[in-house]
DNA sequence: TAGATTGTTAATCGATTAACAATC
DNA sequence: TAGATTGTTAATCGATTAACAATC
């Protein structure tokens, strides 16, 4: 299977979200532009990303919806689990702690660290939170392999060459750091500060 | 001036950081080279980035940091202010609230909006909180023009109509939800599940 | 000058768009 | 069949890479 990019995995996302919601009305099929106005692209697009998913529309008939869903959840969603952790249980820790619960399948926030001693030990929402000193021990045997770091940016690396020495494989970066990691590490920044400016710098040039 | 993408503007921002860090250690020239390893790009490309934004190096000599500094914040910063807002203060509005002031520049977040009387009328991190009922009335007369959308996917689509309505251009978008605007608008959508979803997708890909 | 840099140019790669033929 | 859809193909566009000439 070729190659996704953020942008693919972001329009199935939506794709899916909008077939269960037609599903939902007890609709069985469903055409490409329709599915198109609903997520905002071009009819082209859509049937690109279906067929990129190995989905077979009907020539006037359309895309069967389960089938379509099921196509679909099998590229986004994995077959087996992904364990998280999130480290850095500040306000931004706490609040994707509390969004992300029921919000995914197949990824299980398994564990939260923090310093500071009054968070370890909690449960928050219905994430063990440890001392970020057990950091090695708790990755290895919980087996987590994706790390949401929500930490502040002096130690932002440290914690970095910690989380891919303990098998550590994809991360989802919140500090401004530009982390330095092995080749087989997945990075993915998401800067507020930076998607703010771009938008800041758009709305001038569109002026 | 050519479009900028979301990569160069967010490569720039980390340049800006990197040269911020050198000058305070006293250093006049930096070779793009040098640049490159700590921002983790090649050294063409940060040639090419800072072509792009007017900056000239010299042979043998590099680039004068003070003059590139110049020249990034030109772009990158607004030469006037922008005014924000951010609507619903939930775990995660909250939080952002919290996280931003102090790291932007000409960027100003001038209110929050919520349902919630608890949260209405006071002072949260320094700025102030009004019910969403007067957002017609707040943002026309703090001339926010970019908005920061944090509330519940349900109201998303009715909130970004009534934002667009009164002016705003601007959009950063948290919800999961593919928001109609017209095409002056410009929206930029952040979803930590789609994220999480892609890392995964990547981590599976490159076992 | 020699060496290491810079800016420039053409080539590559990926994703998107547009035009077309095939299908029910 | 006719009409509206689908899949396919070639063309376009943007960004990145690689190779080169120019500069201090």
Redesign the interface.
């Known amino acids: 299977?070729a190659?996704?990019t953020?942008m693919v995995?972001?329009r199935l996302?939506?794709y899916l979200?909008i077939l269960q919601i037609q599903r939902a009305e007890d609709k069985k099929y469903l055409f490409s532009h329709i599915l198109a106005s609903?997520?905002?692209v071009t009819p082209a697009q859509v049937r690109r990303d279906l067929m990129m998913v190995g989905a077979n529309g009907i020539p006037a008939r359309g895309y069967e919806i389960a089938n379509l869903v099921r196509h679909i959840e099998k590229?986004?969603?994995?077959?087996h689990e992904?364990r998280?952790a999130l480290v850095g249980v500040?306000?931004?820790g706490?609040?994707?702690l509390?969004?992300?619960p029921g919000?995914?399948t197949?990824?299980v926030l398994a564990a939260a660290f923090d310093t500071n001693p009054s968070k370890t030990g909690k449960l928050l929402h219905g994430v063990r939170c440890f001392s970020l000193d057990r950091l090695d021990e708790i990755v290895k045997r919980e087996a987590i392999?994706?790390a949401?770091l929500t930490v502040p940016a002096a130690v932002a690396q440290d914690v970095t060459d910690r989380l891919v020495q303990n098998g550590i494989?994809?991360?989802?970066n919140f500090t401004?750091v530009?982390l330095?990691v092995p080749r087989?590490i997945?990075v993915?920044?998401?800067?507020?500060?930076?998607?703010?400016?771009?938008?800041?710098?758009?709305?001038?040039?569109?002026?």
């Open positions: 299977m190659k996704k953020h995995i972001c996302s939506r979200s609903l997520a905002h590229v986004l969603y994995a077959s992904h998280l500040g306000n931004l706490r609040a994707i509390s969004y992300l919000r995914m197949n990824l392999d994706i949401i494989r994809g991360l989802l401004a530009a330095r087989k997945h993915e920044d998401l800067d507020v500060v930076v998607s703010l400016e771009k938008i800041a710098y758009l709305v001038r040039e569109k002026a």
